[in-house]
């Protein structure tokens, strides 16, 4: 069980404070309620590209990193499709040193043409690196407009190109500051050595005085129902096959979520799994597949990847991942595996919630999602799963319909280094 104590500031800031007295850290985690989702599909890449921008300097600190490094501690922070998270850790006698920094950029950014410059050469860099330029590093930028037609979660967080990233201009940096980075559409976590009143008393006095902002309010288009099998076939100078499988799943709040969480568990977690056991082990048509879930705020993905063993056509894994989900959705699973599966998940519940600054970011998520208490009823919702409600979320997601393939094919030159490598392993 995970202790904690919430209120809000006058300005509209939730601010949660979780004590771990035993620990010598404190962490500090503001959470954004934006996300790639919520770009203009022109403007694509611009909640990343902001996520460094929020480290070029504020208007009374021009170093985010100096001053925080004198004190200890450290930072770092992410964007996803649905949010930006911004943590620090530092220890604990230090706190307020973090309080001064967060609350300082939320007041306000130095917006200056030479940090949006600085920052706009790293990401671009970043795109080229990870995305373009790295063995199937631009999955994503393919598949997810495959699997959604309307939905903005159809481009990645780095954005559907670099270009929209190379025309930010100060004018678009600046609107996005004003709608999304205020008070009243953040979450402040405060967790570890810091009690509940020594948070509350630092909370009104750094964050008390910004200005609230304007609530923000999506309209995001929803995604229809997938009717329609799809197709994509890339190919790359890549050294093997693989394959990416997507199905439509429930959003992390609904009632069905964690059936279908579990069964990519089933299908795919670990070497024990369904897939791997059949595929890798038994048949070798593949040397690693996987299946996992995205775990989005709107209605997400479940994931099926793997790369293929030399000289194994795509048809072929595919045809064979298609029988054991069908299977799967034909005779369900016995009582036995459902409690392997819900034990796995279990330990994983345990592990996460061993990091303090783990558990202040799951803190900020479940507050977000609508109950901050959330973070306290994983493991129950989890045990409620029956094989009824398993099978009936298989049958719907696993559904051929449902599904989008991207086919990674690999070039010819790529595949024959491969082939080479292996005869050389074998003569040697």
């Known amino acids: ?13 939730r601010v949660i404070v979780h004590e771990d007295l035993t620990s010598p850290m404190a962490v500090l985690n503001v959470l954004y309620n934006v996300g790639s989702r919520d770009e203009a599909e022109t403007h694509t890449g611009f909640a990343h590209l902001f996520e460094h921008l929020m480290f070029s300097g504020s208007v009374n600190i021009p170093s985010y990193d100096e001053p925080l490094q004198k004190v200890g501690g450290e930072n770092n922070a992410f964007t996803s499709p649905d949010i930006t998270n911004y943590y620090l850790t530092v220890p604990a006698q230090n ?21 949006l410059e600085v920052q706009r050469k790293v990401v671009i860099e970043e795109f080229k690196q990870n995305y373009l330029n790295q063995p199937y590093g631009d999955v994503w930028l393919k598949l997810r407009p495959l699997a959604y037609q309307v939905h903005p979660y159809k481009w990645a967080t780095i954005g559907k190109e670099i270009s929209h990233i190379e025309n930010a201009v100060m004018d678009d940096v600046r609107a996005f500051f004003n709608k999304h980075y205020s008070p009243v559409n953040a979450i402040l976590v405060v967790a570890g050595n810091v009690t509940v009143a020594k948070a ?26 997938q009717t329609d099998a799809r197709r994509l076939d890339v190919y790359a100078d890549v050294p093997l096959n693989a394959l990416y499988k ?21 299908l795919g977690r670990g070497k024990s799994s369904r897939l791997y056991d059949k595929l890798v082990k038994e048949q070798k048509l593949f040397n690693s597949i996987s299946a996992s879930v995205m775990g ?3 209605p997400g993905l479940l994931v099926i ?6 000289g194994v056509d795509l048809e072929t894994a595919n045809r064979a991942i298609e029988e054991i989900n069908a299977e799967f959705m034909a005779t369900g699973i016995s009582e036995e595996e459902l409690t392997k599966v819900k034990n796995q998940a279990e330990t994983s519940l345990v592990f996460s919630e061993i990091e303090l600054l783990n558990r202040a970011m799951m803190l900020a998520f479940c507050k977000l999602l609508g109950d901050a208490n959330d973070i306290n009823q994983e493991s129950a919702k989890v045990q409620a799963v029956t094989r009824e409600s398993l099978l009936e979320q298989a049958r719907t ?7 989008s393939t991207l086919y990674y094919h690999a070039q010819p030159k790529a595949a024959e280094k491969v082939e080479d490598a292996v005869e050389k392993i074998k003569e040697a």
Request: hydrophobic share 35%; glycine share 8%.
């Open 305 to 310: 990847q793997g790369k293929l063993n030399v």
């Open 397 to 403: 997601v696993l559904d051929p319909n449902n599904c």
């Open 296 to 298: 989005s705020m709107e």
């Open 95 to 115: 706190i307020e040193t973090g309080f001064w920094l967060e609350s300082d950029r939320m007041l306000g950014l130095a917006f200056s043409e030479n940090g």
């Open 200 to 225: 509350k008393e630092l909370s009104e006095k750094w964050f008390g005085p910004i200005p609230s902002g304007t609530l923000y309010e999506r309209n995001i288009p929803q995604e229809p129902k």
């Open 1 to 13: 069980m995970i202790h904690f104590e919430e209120f809000t500031l006058d300005n509209g800031l």
């Open 246 to 266: 997507v199905y439509h799943m429930p959003a992390r709040n609904d009632k069905n979520y964690h059936s279908a969480d579990l069964v990519s568990d089933i």
